[in-house]
């Protein structure tokens, strides 16, 4: 299921086991599977009854020929990258009894066309992105017996109809945005065994008096809601203790062995109930000190302009407090989709591992305040490292970085752009790749960061895809704009004529490339080689020119004549090599340049 360029790609192997006619259950759970659920598995066979695919990385949406299993009896999709709606088609697994959609990123209305799954005893939609209201059509399902809505963005009231659903034993639909009263019809759901659970809505009015028929409900959870009135009188007998109006708790004498083991439990108890609340008190005491001095940096600088006015979904500022070697960056957000992108991006980005990739320890997110926490960089950015300001606060210019140094943080960025490229579960293009952008730890290994406005590849790759990026903005990530390739928003490319008489960065490199080649490259580096030996110099004339040779590469007019970042990561590895002693490690030019030699003067 993985093919040549890492990419992981079901549809080969959904295909193939089509004419398994005999195939009646297939359980892939927990195997780390990416790419999109192709449209083959709406083939899987007349007989086939069980899809487990849960605990994976697969993402994009629901094929709508899913509906052609009509013997399927569990779809279990559960703690994937899934988004979009869920097609109305899905009504047409007509014997399917247990439907898991829950973690996902799925969006819109829940559809109505489920109620037309009478032989549906589970339904859990719960930890998605799922709005509107709930559908009455949900009372048609008399063999309910466990329906989760919980933690959506769900709004309206409870529809009356749920008292249709007589079957259940576990109703919850708490964590959402649910308004109007709590419907008394309600009342009907006399199978409910375990727990009813309406917290945390918006629900208001009196609790209805028809509740308390539900004599058999062990946890019924009402709160963080607008209810008032009384208690039912059924369940205030059961109240107890040391209120004025509320009797004693009963209690019975305990043997001296109850005594010693009540003694000892509550003793652990209270430590660990002293030691998380200490844990608590620390963190928050450090959040609120992060806020203060945000919003003492804020104060300070009044007239300092907002960032990215033409992107106003998220802009960034830095913040430079940490503690115990981390860095906190504060995000100022411009719109009200800020959120929505900002959770997206942290829940994407937290699935992503690679040595060459920041990593977000923990992000804090309130309503007018958002941060990411990340490892702390002791050397900052290659930015601040290319160019030291000098006392008048201006750039030198003049670096102190090394050309080993350099070509080892280039190939640490090739390494981490070609993860994200090539072989990351959900692929990824940075599209603000700058040095500001790229952070250097204690032995200056390159990190790439700020994934603000990374694009996320969901269908398609390749050239191919890159090419149609201009025309397309879904499932996009915005933040700050640096440096941004132009194709990617309009139809030029990096070689149109952009300057007087057609000339342009490309071409200029170019131009200069053979002969006046101290006009490209850093005159610190120029100056740091005359201290070299011959055979040093030697070495460096090649390897910059190898250098250069690769950017003229990457910068051609057609996207599809570029080397990929695989190839880019391959060739920077062996330049680096190279430079420690391999003289076979470096690469053929493909433009049939020769090396320059350096020249100061």
């Known amino acids: 299921m993985v093919s040549h360029d890492g990419n992981t790609n079901l549809d080969p192997f959904f295909s193939a086991i089509t004419n398994c ?25 007349i007989n086939f009854t069980n899809l487990l695919l849960q605990e994976n990385q697969i993402f994009g949406s629901i094929p709508p020929n899913i509906g052609n299993l009509s013997k399927l009896v569990v779809l279990n999709l559960t703690s994937n990258l899934l988004n979009g709606t869920i097609s109305a088609n899905i009504s047409q697994l007509s014997h399917l009894e247990q439907l898991f959609l829950s973690h996902n990123l799925f969006t819109g209305a829940i559809p109505a066309a489920l109620g037309q799954m009478t032989h549906l005893g589970l339904l859990d939609l719960s930890h998605n992105s799922f709005s509107g209201d709930i559908p009455s059509s949900i009372g048609n399902l008399v063999s309910l017996n466990y329906l989760f809505l919980n933690n959506n963005l769900l709004s309206g009231s409870i529809p009356p109809t749920l008292g249709y659903c007589i079957q259940l034993y576990k109703l919850d639909l708490s964590y959402n945005r649910l308004t109007g009263s709590i419907p008394p019809q309600l009342s009907g759901l006399s199978e409910i065994r375990i727990f009813i659970n309406l917290s945390h809505n918006q629900l208001e009015g009196l609790i209805p008096i028809e509740l308390s028929k539900l004599e058999d409900v062990q946890e019924m959870d009402l709160s963080s809601n607008n209810l008032s009135g009384s208690i039912f009188p059924r369940y205030r007998v059961h109240l107890c203790g040391t209120v004025s109006f509320r009797p004693a708790c009963p209690h019975k004498k305990l043997p001296f062995q109850s005594h010693i083991f009540l003694i000892l439990f509550s003793l652990v108890i209270f430590i660990s109930t002293s030691l998380s609340i200490l844990c608590c008190v620390i963190a928050i005491r450090r959040i609120q000190a992060l806020i203060s001095a945000h919003r003492t940096a804020r104060a300070r600088k009044p007239t300092q302009p907002e960032l990215v006015h033409s992107f106003p979904r998220v ?4 913040l430079s407090s940490r503690w115990d070697n981390i860095a906190v960056k504060v995000l100022q957000l411009q719109s009200g989709n800020s959120t929505k992108s900002f959770t997206r991006e942290c ?38 490292c290319l160019y030291q300001h000098s006392k008048t606060g201006l750039r030198s210019g003049s670096s102190d970085l090394s050309l080993i140094q350099r070509v080892n943080i280039c190939s ?56 149609n990026m201009g025309n ?49 490259v850093d005159f610190s580096l120029m100056r740091a080689s005359r201290d070299q030996s011959a055979e040093v110099r030697k070495m460096w004339d090649v390897a910059i020119g190898e250098l250069i040779e690769l950017g003229i590469l990457c910068t051609q007019e057609s996207p599809s004549t570029r080397p990929t970042m695989l190839d880019a990561a391959d060739d ?26 350096l020249d100061d003067g």
């Not at 802009?315 to 830095?318: A, K, N, P």
């Not at 920077?572 to 433009?591: E, M, Q, V």
Request: net charge neutral; proline share 4%; charged share 20%.
């Open 21 to 45: 006619t005999s195939l009646e259950e297939l359980e892939l759970a927990g195997m780390g599977l990416g790419g999109i659920l192709p449209s083959s598995v709406g083939g899987l066979g």
């Open 315 to 318: 802009t960034y500022r830095d």
């Open 347 to 384: 829940q994407v980005l937290r699935r992503i591992r690679h040595r060459n990739l920041i990593r977000i320890i923990t992000a804090c997110s309130l309503p007018d305040f958002k941060a990411i926490v990340l490892p702390y960089m002791a050397n900052g950015s290659l930015e601040s």
């Open 412 to 467: 640490d960025i090739a390494e981490g752009m070609a993860y994200l490229h090539h072989h990351s579960p959900v692929k990824v293009i940075h599209c603000d790749l700058k040095p500001s952008n790229v952070l250097l730890n204690d032995d200056m290994t390159a990190l790439v960061s700020d994934f603000g406005i990374a694009r996320l590849l969901i269908a398609g790759g390749g050239n191919s895809a890159l090419e």
């Open 472 to 520: 397309s903005t879904a499932n996009m990530l915005f933040g700050s704009i640096g440096y941004i390739a132009p194709e990617m928003v309009t139809r030029k490319t990096p070689t149109d004529d952009m300057f007087v008489g057609g000339l342009n960065l490309h071409r200029w490199v170019k131009n200069h490339y053979h002969g006046r080649v101290e006009k490209v």
């Open 572 to 597: 920077l590895d062996r330049l680096k090599r190279y430079l420690c002693g391999d003289t076979t490690a470096t690469f053929a030019s493909t433009l049939g340049i020769s090396s320059p030699t």
